[in-house]
T-cell receptor, first 114, second 113 residues
Framework: DAGVIQSPRHEVTEMGQEVTLRCKPI?????LFWYRQTMMRGLELLIY????????DSGMPEDRFSAKMPNASFSTLKIQPSEPRDSAVYFC????????????FGPGTRLTVL | SQQGEEDPQALSIQEGENATMNCSYK?????LQWYRQNSGRGLVHLIL???NEREKHSGRLRVTLDTSKKSSSLLITASRAADTASYFC?????????????WGLGTSLAVNP
């Protein structure tokens, strides 16, 4: 298996632009997680899905962030409009289930908003 | 909110020495996991210890869990330069329908050759 795939690996954009991050989870995994990592705040869970259904989006910073999972093999995290404080590394992870299952992380997308 | 708190925040040792990192948490857990993150990469799962287990080994890794003290430790024996990374603990305190891991802030380990 190729593992969790994320694209793009790096994204540089200007404030106000829309940003879309993409994730392909490991085949057969039922849960998908979006995280954001910064030096100041560490690893933050933004949202997670079970069987393509959003379960907990309490970590989504504000209405500028949205996430979708239209099918079991694809998810997107969108930021519109982007702001400099959104600059971070965004990780997608998948697992066989939520809760205490081992999570498998993608390589991350490094986002820089100028 | 952060459940796990690792200490120390940073650790620097010489190759061949042992490295010990600690994780404390606040609520009852189902299991506790340790992950490693190399610079610029995603997190990689190392080991999972269940709440009814006290110690677990995997290669040069030894994890202990003390549920009475709500703490865990990760010991890396005979460290190598390649062990340089950040190490995170994550606790599963799931209850009901909301099931997710709660992450600590990590320990940054530097192993000097």
């Amino acid at each position: 298996d190729a593992g969790v795939i994320q694209s793009p690996r790096h994204e540089v954009t200007e404030m106000g632009q829309e940003v879309t991050l993409r994730c392909k989870p490991i085949s057969g995994h039922n849960s998908l997680f979006w995280y954001r990592q910064t030096m100041m705040r560490g690893l933050e869970l933004l949202i997670y899905f079970n069987n393509n259904v959003p379960i907990d989006d309490s970590g989504m910073p504000e209405d500028r962030f949205s996430a979708k999972m239209p099918n079991a093999s694809f998810s997107t995290l969108k930021i519109q409009p982007s702001e400099p404080r959104d600059s971070a590394v965004y990780f997608c992870a998948s697992s066989l289930g939520s809760g205490g299952y081992t999570q498998y992380f993608g390589p991350g997308t490094r986002l820089t908003v100028l | 909110s952060q459940q796990g708190e690792e200490d120390p925040q940073a650790l620097s040792i010489q190759e061949g020495e042992n490295a010990t990192m600690n994780c404390s948490y606040k609520t009852s857990i189902n299991n506790l996991q340790w992950y490693r993150q190399n610079s610029g990469r995603g997190l990689v799962h190392l080991i999972l210890i269940r709440s009814n287990e006290r110690e677990k080994h995997s290669g040069r890794l030894r994890v202990t869990l003390d549920t009475s003290k709500k703490s865990s430790s990760l010991l890396i024996t005979a460290s190598r330069a390649a062990d340089t990374a950040s190490y995170f603990c994550a606790t599963d305190a799931s209850a009901g329908n909301n099931r997710k891991l709660i992450w600590g802030l990590g320990t940054s380990l530097a192993v000097n050759p």
